[in-house]
């Protein structure tokens, strides 16, 4: 067996802090990209709605999903 594929379960503690923050950053990074609400809104709407949404009605999701707010008309 090649010991040079083993990983350390006992990482310092810097360690963990500095994979955390990076785990972190790529999440927000992810999760605020312009991208992301209307490619998450028209899934969603397809999956639980209708297949086919108009722009309007993802457009109107996406900004729920950004602002965590939904808008009354």
Do not use: W
Request: contains cysteine.
């Amino acid at each position: 067996m090649d010991d040079s594929i083993l990983v350390c379960t006992h990482a310092p503690m810097h360690t963990y802090v500095q994979v955390m923050h990076e785990t972190n950053a790529l999440l927000d990074h992810l999760f605020f990209h312009p991208n992301t609400a209307p490619f998450i809104a028209y899934r969603l709407i397809q999956r639980m709605t209708t297949s086919n949404p108009s722009p309007n009605y993802v457009k109107a999701v996406a900004t729920a999903f950004s602002t965590g707010k939904l808008l009354h008309k």
